[in-house]
């Protein structure tokens, strides 16, 4: 049976952002922000603290974060890769991290420059110091469904990965199908698998919609009782370690299919559709959310 409500984590400013062509300024990310919280999104990743020279449309996150109005009850984590990361986190006066492995070696290698097992080792500590700070920390695995370098990518592989997050202190592990390629049956296979070793109450859904199968699989996996996903404001996004990577499920399309079968996420879509258009205007493109272009012209 399907959860009777889902906790939607808007990762639009974050993952969307990140892979935009320009560069954002900081006080249209804080609009973003403002107004997806406004819509009721009560998790929303606000940046990442990367290097800059990796990934420099984050390179503002501290300044984001610094200028975002007091938002009780609005979760902003960012992602951080290594210590340097979580000085800056920690200086920037965040309250939750995401650190982000993969179930691919090459991919890996080209996102984060270390292989699979330097990566535990690099974020054991990561986790450690920010859980002492009280910091709370969330996990991604990437490529759960697929690598752009390596093609197939074992559910094995993903329940490894996905457990030794866990077992560093992550609250929830986010399984993310970086290119989009998987369909309905592998992605519930994949669910099975992981939550052998994972409990299913820690694991969210970070879909990318690269091959439009994003909602079908997440409606695969839902009634195996997953019940956190991850979504982007108007399929904002990609991925810059992974050519031709799309955005993420459209966060408008999400919410207008849980709306629809009467599952809950505290979301107004009409709100979160006027913070898609005001972005969608900023970047001067059309929506990639279907929900969102259709609201747009009714
Ligand atoms: P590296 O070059 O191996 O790191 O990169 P390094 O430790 O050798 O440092 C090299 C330079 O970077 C140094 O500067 C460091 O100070 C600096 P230099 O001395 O040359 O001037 N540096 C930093 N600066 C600021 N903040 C930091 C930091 N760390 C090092 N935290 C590193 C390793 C991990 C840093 C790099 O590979 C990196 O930043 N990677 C991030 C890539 C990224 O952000 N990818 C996108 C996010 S993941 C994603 O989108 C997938 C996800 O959505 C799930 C899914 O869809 O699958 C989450
Ligand atoms: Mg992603």
Not at 78 to 95: T, Y
Not at 131 to 137: E, T
Request: aromatic fraction near 4%; include cysteine.
């Amino acid at each position: 049976t399907c959860p009777s409500r889902v906790r939607v984590v808007e990762v639009g400013p974050r993952d969307g952002l990140q892979n935009e062509p320009v560069i954002v300024p900081a006080d249209v990310k804080v609009a973003l922000i403002e107004a997806l919280a406004g819509a009721g999104v009560t998790t929303i990743e606000a940046g990442s603290f990367v290097s800059p020279r990796w990934v420099p449309q984050m390179a503002d996150t501290a300044d984001v974060l610094a200028r975002l109005r007091s938002m009780p009850g609005v979760s902003l984590p960012v992602l951080v890769p290594n210590l340097q990361g979580l000085d800056r986190a920690l200086a920037a006066g965040v309250r939750e991290i995401a650190v982000f492995g993969a179930a691919s070696e090459s991919f890996s290698r080209r996102n984060i420059n270390c292989s699979i097992a330097e990566s535990f080792d690099r974020f054991a500590p990561v986790a450690g110091a920010a859980r002492a700070a009280g910091l709370r920390v969330r996990g991604y695995v990437s490529c759960v469904l697929g690598c752009p370098y390596e093609g197939d990518v074992s559910a094995d592989a993903v329940a490894k990965v996905a457990a030794a997050l866990l077992a560093m202190g992550c609250y929830e592990i986010s399984l993310g199908d970086t290119i989009g390629t998987g369909t309905p049956r592998e992605a519930r296979q994949l669910i099975e698998r992981v939550a052998a070793d994972v409990p299913i109450d820690r694991l969210a859904l970070h879909f990318h919609d690269t091959y439009g199968q994003a909602l079908a699989n997440i409606l695969a996996c839902l009634d195996l009782g997953v019940s956190v996903v991850d979504a982007a404001v108007v399929g904002l996004g990609g991925c810059p370690y992974a050519r031709g990577a799309t955005g993420n499920v459209a966060t408008e399309d999400l919410v207008y299919m849980l709306d629809g079968m009467g599952i809950e996420t505290g979301i107004d879509l009409h709100a979160l559709a006027r913070a898609g258009q005001s972005i969608s205007r900023h970047l001067d493109r059309e929506p990639a959310s279907k929900v969102a272009r259709a609201m747009a012209a009714t």
